[in-house]
């Protein structure tokens, strides 16, 4: 990608996120649907390691090599017009240097903007120790600005995963880590876990930058998380699952009473051909 090209988008993305209305991101997982959403008009596309993983028979956390990850999202800035973050987990390494070389990759094969998380495991709830986490993240900055493009870094921190925090001490630790990474060079706070759509209010009250929530945790609507100001919304492996899902039970319906109605949502086979040809 032409570098004065790549700039560009990734201060297009960077604006998105001051607009009056919050920047939606539909998360895709390869070439096909991330075509798909750039065509439905989003100005701005984002990746799900999950679904990625996903798509490739694989569990999501790192299951994927940085390599494979890399190559999925470099296939997808190639194809569409419209600037595209990539999840990139927690970096692909618990050092600053590891994130720091994540992000170079990352930016070399055309994204303009990745996602950064501070979690090590979801299921105890760990997440990395203060310092390190905020190191992680300036030596991210560090590395987009020695690459020349003012790349769009999400920082996003799990301490909603925790088990041993009280919802208020997670508030607090939440709003202490996501300024500390704003002031490292984060452009947005990513807030993730059980309990978040709770402490919204408070959340955007207190965080100093853009805050970035996933849909569909919780009954808020796009226009809801709006009026909040939330200006940042993203949908991780929803989308993904939801696809799975609507496959497996195709499949089990055709299995157990032969019913073929699902076909009525097919995109035709002609249309697919004319837009995948480009």
């Known amino acids: 990608m032409n570098e004065n090209v790549q700039i560009e988008k990734a201060e297009t993305l960077r604006a998105l996120h ?22 439905e008009g989003f100005p701005a596309i984002a990746t799900t390691s999950a679904g990625v993983a996903f798509a490739l028979g694989l569990p999501d956390g790192e299951a994927i090599t940085r390599d494979e990850m890399v190559a999925v999202v470099g296939a997808i800035a190639a194809r569409v017009e419209v600037p595209v973050t990539a999840d990139m987990e927690a970096g692909y390494g618990d ?9 170079r990759i990352t930016i070399a094969a055309g994204a303009v903007g990745l996602n950064l998380e501070d979690g090590i495991d979801h299921v105890e709830g760990t997440v990395y120790d203060f310092d390190l986490a905020v190191e992680r993240i300036q030596a991210a ?3 987009a600005d020695q690459a020349g493009v003012p790349a769009v870094i999400n920082a996003r921190t799990d301490v909603y995963f925790s088990g041993s925090l009280s919802s208020e001490e997670k508030c607090a630790e939440t709003v202490r880590r996501c300024n500390a990474y704003l002031a490292a060079g984060a452009d ?7 309990g978040v759509t709770d402490d919204i209010p408070a959340l955007v009250n207190e965080i100093d930058g853009p805050l970035n929530i996933v849909a569909g945790f919780g009954a808020y609507t796009v226009d809801e998380l709006a009026a909040l100001g939330v200006k940042r919304i993203s949908l991780g492996g929803m989308l993904s ?6 496959y497996r ?3 089990r319906q055709l299995k157990e009473n032969g019913r073929l109605d699902f076909s009525d949502l097919a995109i035709p086979h002609g249309e697919l051909n004319k837009l995948f040809a480009g």
């Open 18 to 39: 001051s607009g009056e209305s919050p920047l939606v991101l539909p998360n895709v997982w390869d070439v096909g649907t991330a075509i798909i959403a750039a065509e």
């Open 188 to 194: 947005c706070a990513f807030v993730i876990g059980p």
């Open 141 to 143: 900055r560090d590395a």
């Open 241 to 246: 699952r939801a696809t799975l899902g609507y």
């Open 95 to 103: 050092a600053p240097e590891d994130c720091a070389e994540t992000t």
């Open 249 to 251: 039970d195709t499949l």
